[in-house]
C-alpha cells in the first residue's frame, strides 16, 4: 500500500529564512505532486516530478525528487510572508491505480 | 490548464436532505475525480468518475449514498444523499489532463449539515 509522509505538519518561521518540507513515500513512484493551499480556498498545482533527480523552480520554491530515496523536497528561499499556506504532497504510481495519494499537509506560517 | 466550475460555492442543509454539486470544465477532460476535505486535513478521494463509464468509489464511499453522473466530458455532478452533520465537508472536484498529468482541482463546495 502506497503512503505518503510530510514532516513537518506544522513550520512556523521569520521572513528571509530557508527551510526544506520534506515528504516520503512508501513504494515506488510514477509522479511527485505538490500542491498549495491557501486559508478556505482550493488547491493550486505547483510541480509535478517525474523522473529521479527532476528539480524543479518557480521564484522562491524549488522541489526536488530521489526516487531511490523515495524522498521529494520543497526548498523555500528567503521566505516572504505571501508564502503562507499548506503545502500537500502527492504520490501517484501504478500501485494506487494512478490515483494520487496525499500527505498530512504542511502548514506554514512566515513571520514578517 | 483547465479551468474548473463548481456550484453551488457553499451551502447549509437540513439533515436528511440530498445536495447535488456540479462540475463544469472548460475543456474535454477523460478523468474527472471527487475529493472530500475535512477542516485542517488532507484530502480523500470520494470516486474516479470516467466518462461513459460507472463510477469507480473508494473504499468507504458507496453510490447510494454518493451518486455520480458523468454525462460528457466537461461535466459531472456529486449528489451527497441522506445527509448529516459528518457529511459536512469541502467537496472538491478535479480532473487530470494528459502529460505531464497534472491534476487541476475547482474552487470547492463548502458543505455544512444541520
Not at chain 2, 455520480?68 to 487530470?96: A, Q
Request: hydrophobic content about 35%.
Amino acid at each position: 500500500e502506497l503512503k505518503v509522509e510530510q514532516n513537518p505538519l506544522f513550520l512556523s518561521m521569520q521572513e528571509g529564512k530557508n527551510y526544506t518540507i520534506y515528504c516520503n513515500y512508501s513504494t515506488t513512484s510514477d509522479r511527485l505532486y505538490w500542491y498549495r493551499q491557501d486559508p478556505g480556498k482550493s488547491l493550486e498545482s505547483l510541480f509535478v516530478l517525474l523522473s529521479n533527480g527532476a528539480v524543479k523552480q518557480e521564484g522562491r520554491l524549488m522541489a526536488s525528487l530521489d526516487t531511490k530515496a523515495r524522498l521529494s523536497t520543497l526548498h523555500i528561499t528567503a521566505a516572504v510572508h505571501d508564502l503562507s499556506a499548506t503545502y500537500f504532497c502527492a504520490v501517484s504510481s501504478m500501485d494506487s491505480n494512478y490515483q494520487l495519494i496525499w500527505g498530512a499537509g504542511t502548514k506554514l506560517i512566515i513571520k514578517p | 490548464s483547465a479551468v474548473i466550475s463548481q456550484k453551488p460555492s457553499r451551502d447549509i442543509c437540513q439533515r436528511g436532505t440530498s445536495l447535488t454539486i456540479q462540475c463544469q470544465v472548460d475543456s474535454q477532460v477523460t478523468m474527472m475525480f471527487w475529493y472530500r476535505q475535512q477542516p485542517g486535513q488532507s484530502l480523500t478521494l470520494i470516486a474516479t468518475a470516467n466518462q461513459g463509464s460507472e463510477a469507480t468509489y473508494e473504499s468507504g464511499f458507496v453510490i447510494d449514498k454518493f451518486p455520480i453522473s458523468r454525462p460528457n466530458l466537461t461535466f459531472s455532478t456529486l449528489t451527497v444523499s441522506n445527509m448529516s452533520p459528518e457529511d459536512s465537508s469541502i467537496y472538491l472536484c478535479s480532473v487530470e489532463q494528459g502529460f505531464p498529468y497534472e491534476q487541476y482541482f475547482g474552487p470547492g463546495t463548502r458543505l455544512t449539515v444541520t
